[in-house]
């Protein structure tokens, strides 16, 4: 039972990293799913509660900065309020359209609604360049926030063996 919960811990944790980079799978989640299976195939004694504890808000922590990322990359630019409206409504429109619409949802919503609330296509263009900008930022920190988790269960498990 045991080197099942692992095989299929190692198996969420490599599915997890790899959804890091690919939009279309929650790689933190899937990755803290791993994370908890490996503890519980120990019974807790090498990562415990204040472990999974810290890993769960590293993994909320990504999350959230993965979807509101490209919402701040358009305001750091100076977008409008409909401009960062318009880039949170792509990014939910975009779901829905795999991994292009996932990427390009926010940057035209946030183009649009520039242009609608300052009809300048300059102003419209910068603030896409800055939202793209926030989306980098954003798979940077959601990438991030994975080899913290990965080299947090290294070292606890190389804390458990000494």
């Known amino acids: 039972m045991t080197a099942l919960l692992v095989a299929l811990a190692i198996i969420?944790?490599?599915?997890?990293l790899l959804g890091t980079?690919?939009?279309?799978?929650?790689?933190?989640?899937?990755?803290?799913?791993?994370?908890?299976l490996l503890a519980l195939s120990s019974n807790y004694q090498i990562m415990g509660?204040?472990?999974?504890?810290?890993?769960?808000?590293?993994t909320l922590f990504g999350c959230i900065m993965d979807y509101l990322a490209g919402m701040l990359g358009a305001?750091?630019?100076g977008a409008s309020k409909r401009a960062i409206?318009?880039?949170?409504?792509?990014?939910?429109v975009g779901m829905f359209f795999a991994l292009p619409g996932m990427i390009l949802g926010p940057v035209i919503g946030?183009?649009?609604?520039?242009?609608?609330?300052?009809?300048?296509?300059?102003?419209?263009?910068?603030v896409s360049i800055g939202t793209v900008i926030g989306l980098v930022i954003g798979v940077v920190a959601k990438?991030?926030?994975?080899f913290a988790m990965l080299i947090t269960i290294a070292v606890m498990y190389l804390i458990a063996l000494f």
Not at 12 to 16: D, E, H, P, Q, T
Not at 21 to 32: K, N, Q, R, S, T
Not at 110 to 126: P, Q, V, W
């Open 75 to 77: 305001k750091h630019s």
């Open 143 to 146: 990438i991030g926030c994975a």
């Open 49 to 58: 509660a204040p472990t999974l504890i810290s890993l769960g808000i590293l």
């Open 12 to 16: 969420l944790l490599c599915i997890g």
């Open 21 to 36: 980079i690919i939009p279309a799978l929650p790689g933190l989640p899937l990755m803290f799913g791993g994370t908890w």
């Open 85 to 92: 409206w318009g880039s949170f409504i792509g990014s939910i």
């Open 110 to 126: 946030s183009a649009i609604g520039e242009f609608i609330a300052r009809r300048n296509l300059i102003a419209a263009g910068k």
